[in-house]
C-alpha cells in the first residue's frame, strides 16, 4: 500500500545530516577516574626512607603488629604439645627469631618487597595431626611429650622445605603465575584478608572491655583526630597504632589490678587480664636460638605429607600478599621469576626454621603488609629495620616478652582493621580489567565465595585434635587436603585460574585486563620491574642469568 502506480517503492527520506555524540551521562554526575598503576597517597615508596627517628619507630611498629600472630601461635600449640610456660615463651623466642632471618633474606634477595615473614596458621592443621598422634603414647613427662613432639616437627619441616625450593627455583611457581589476570588476582588478594576474619572480631569478643574501646580508639584517633592540626596529623597517621596500643594496654593492666576478672571465667581472665601470659617469669633474660636446640629431628612419612600440604598452602598465602604489599608499596605487580625466587627462597627458609627448631613455617604477614596501607609508608627500610628488633627481642628474652605479654583481644582489634586495608587493595585491582563484563562478574563472584565458603566448611568440621572433613584410610592424604582446602587463597586461586583460563579466555583477553598485566610479567617487559626488584649491590652481574 506504500507504493507509487507503477509498483516502485516511493524514494527515502535523505539521511539527517549527523550530529554531534549523545552526552556523556556519567560525566554530568561527576568526574571519572582513570585507573592508576601507582598509588599516589604513599608518602615514601618501596625504596624512599624517612628520617632515622621514624625509621625507628616504625619499624618497631612492625614487630609490635607481627607479634599477636607470634603468640597466637605458641599459645594454640605449645600447651597441646605438652609445653610449660617456658617452653612457651622459648617457642615465640624461636618464631622471632626466624621471623627476623626470614624477612632479611626475602627482603635482600626474595621479593624484594616490605613484607614481613612471620609464622603461618596453615601448619597449625600439620602440627595438630603429629600431636594427636602422641597424645595416647607414654611419656615420663610432659616435658619430654613436648620435646619428643617438637623433633618431628623439626623434620616434617626439614623434608616439605623441598615442595617450595623446588616449586620456585625450577620456575614452576611463576608459569603458574603467568595464568593470573586481574580477574584472579583481585579473589586472591581479598581472601588474603577476608579469610582471616575469625582472628578479627571473634577473637576481640574474647574480652570486649579491651577489644573494642581499641578498636574506637585507633579508627578515631587514626582518621579524624589526624585532621585537628598538621602537625598532629603527620603524628598520629603514622604512630597513632602505638599510641593507642598504649593507652588501651595500660587499660586493661588497670581492670586486672582493680580485680575487675577475678570472677570471670578461665577464658576470660586469659584474655583479657595482663598477667595470665606468664611470659616474664618464664623467659630467659638471654638465650641465642641454635641449630637442632630440642633434638635430634625425627621423621616420619605420614607426618612429612601433611606439612607439604602446608608449604603449598604458604605459598598461595604469601604470593596474594606479595601482590598486596607490591600496590601499598608503590611497586608495580611482581614479575613471574620474582615470585618464583620468593617462593624458592621462602623453601629455604622453611628448611632453616626446620633446622633451628621452629614450630611452623613461615609466610609473608597480612597484618605487616596492612600496616603499610595504614600509615602510607612502604618503605623497604622499615621493614629491614623491624627484623632487628625481632632478632632483639628474640635473644633478650625478658624484653621481648614484656611486649609478647600484651592481650590477644588489642591484636584482634588491630587486625580488623589492617586485613580490612588489604582486601580492599584487592578490589582495585578490577580497575585494570571489564568490571562491567557479566563473565569477570562471575568469576570473581564465585572465586571469592568458594574462597571463603569452602576454608568455612573445612574449619567448622574439622575436630579439636585436628581431624578435618576428608577422613580416608591414608592419614597423610587427609592431611594434604584438609590443609589445602582450609586455606582461602589456594581455594581462591584454584578456583579463579581454572575459570579464567578456560571460559572464553582467547576472545576475552582485553576484558581480562591481559595487555595491562603482561608486560609486568615479563622481565624486561616493564622499564620499572628492575627498578623495584633486582638485586642489591650489582649482584645482579655476578649471578648466572638463568638463576635470576
Known amino acids: 500500500m506504500g507504493e507509487t502506480h507503477n509498483h516502485q517503492a516511493p524514494p527515502s527520506a535523505p539521511a539527517p545530516p549527523p550530529g554531534p555524540p549523545p552526552p556523556n551521562l556519567g560525566l554530568s554526575r561527576g568526574p571519572t577516574f582513570p585507573p592508576a598503576e601507582q598509588l599516589l597517597q604513599l608518602h615514601y615508596c618501596i625504596h624512599s626512607n624517612p628520617s632515622w627517628p621514624e625509621l625507628l619507630l616504625l619499624g618497631f611498629q612492625h614487630y609490635i603488629v607481627m607479634l599477636g600472630t ?14 610449660n610456660h617456658g617452653d612457651k615463651a622459648r617457642v615465640i623466642q624461636s618464631l622471632l627469631f626466624m621471623s627476623g632471618v626470614n624477612t632479611l633474606l626475602q627482603t635482600w634477595f626474595g621479593s624484594r618487597l616490605p613484607a614481613v615473614m612471620g609464622g603461618s596458621l596453615a601448619f597449625i592443621l600439620p602440627v595438630m595431626s603429629i600431636i594427636n598422634d602422641y597424645t595416647d603414647r607414654t611419656f615420663p613427662s610432659e616435658h619430654e611429650r613436648f620435646i619428643y613432639t617438637m623433633r618431628t616437627i623439626q623434620g616434617s619441616l626439614i623434608v616439605s ?24 588476582i583481585v579473589p586472591v588478594v581479598c581472601v588474603v584478608g577476608l579469610g582471616l576474619f ?44 602505638l599510641l593507642c596500643i598504649a593507652v588501651i594496654w595500660a587499660f586493661a593492666a588497670i581492670l586486672t589490678v582493680a580485680g575487675a576478672y577475678n570472677n570471670a571465667k578461665e577464658q576470660t581472665q586469659l584474655s583479657c587480664r595482663t598477667d595470665r601470659a606468664y611470659l616474664l617469669s618464664s623467659a630467659p633474660w638471654i638465650k641465642v636460638p641454635y641449630p637442632f636446640q630440642w633434638g635430634t629431628p625425627i621423621f616420619r612419612a605420614s607426618h612429612v605429607f601433611g606439612m607439604m600440604g602446608a608449604a603449598l598452602v604458604s605459598s598461595a598465602e604469601s604470593t596474594g600478599t606479595f601482590f598486596a604489599a607490591a600496590r601499598l608499596s608503590g611497586a608495580t605487580p611482581p614479575p613471574a621469576h620474582v615470585l618464583s625466587r620468593s617462593i624458592g627462597l621462602q623453601g629455604i627458609g622453611m628448611l632453616i626454621e626446620g633446622i633451628f627448631g621452629s614450630v611452623v613455617g613461615t609466610t609473608a604477614s597480612v597484618e605487616n603488609v596492612g600496616l603499610l596501607g595504614l600509615t602510607h609508608i612502604g618503605s623497604r627500610r622499615v621493614v629491614q629495620i623491624s627484623c632487628g628488633f625481632m632478632i632483639f627481642f628474640s635473644i633478650f628474652g625478658k624484653f621481648g616478652a614484656f611486649f609478647a605479654s600484651i592481650p590477644l583481644p588489642i591484636f584482634a582489634a588491630i587486625n580488623c582493621v589492617l586485613f580490612g586495608i588489604v582486601a580492599a587493595i584487592g578490589i582495585s585491582f578490577i580497575q585494570f580489567a571489564n568490571s562491567n563484563s557479566m563473565r569477570n562478574i562471575y568469576i570473581l563472584g564465585l ?14 568440621n574439622t575436630a579439636p585434635d585436628g581431624h578435618g572433613p576428608v577422613r580416608t584410610n591414608g592419614g597423610w592424604f587427609n592431611d594434604i587436603l584438609n590443609t589445602i582446602f582450609s586455606s582461602p587463597p589456594t581455594v581462591a586461586i584454584i578456583v579463579g585460574t581454572v575459570l579464567d583460563s578456560t571460559l572464553d579466555a582467547k576472545h576475552t583477553a582485553v576484558d581480562r585486563g591481559v595487555p595491562w598485566w603482561v608486560p609486568f610479567q615479563n622481565k624486561k617487559g616493564d622499564v620499572r620491574n628492575d627498578e623495584f626488584y633486582r638485586y642489591p649491590l650489582r649482584l645482579t652481574e655476578f649471578i648466572p642469568s638463568r638463576f635470576l
Not at 70 to 83: N, Y
Not at 169 to 174: D, F, I, P, V
Not at 202 to 211: D, E, H, I, S, T
Not at 218 to 236: D, E, G
Open 198 to 241: 575469625t582472628r578479627g572480631f571473634p577473637l576481640l569478643a574474647n574480652c570486649v572491655q579491651v577489644g573494642l574501646p581499641m578498636l574506637i580508639l585507633l579508627v578515631i584517633t587514626q582518621q579524624y583526630l589526624k585532621r585537628l592540626h598538621p602537625t598532629t596529623h603527620h603524628v598520629l597517621e603514622r604512630f597513632a597504632l
Open 161 to 184: 622445605s623441598f615442595i617450595n625450593i623446588f616449586l620456585g627455583y625450577s620456575k614452576a611457581w611463576g608459569n603458574l603465575t603467568r595464568l593470573f589476570s586481574p580477574i584472579v
Open 70 to 83: 607470634t603468640v597466637l601461635i605458641a599459645t594454640t600449640l605449645v600447651p597441646a604439645m605438652g609445653g
Open 447 to 460: 572465586s571469592l565465595f568458594l574462597g571463603i565458603s569452602i576454608p568455612q566448611y573445612f574449619v567448622m
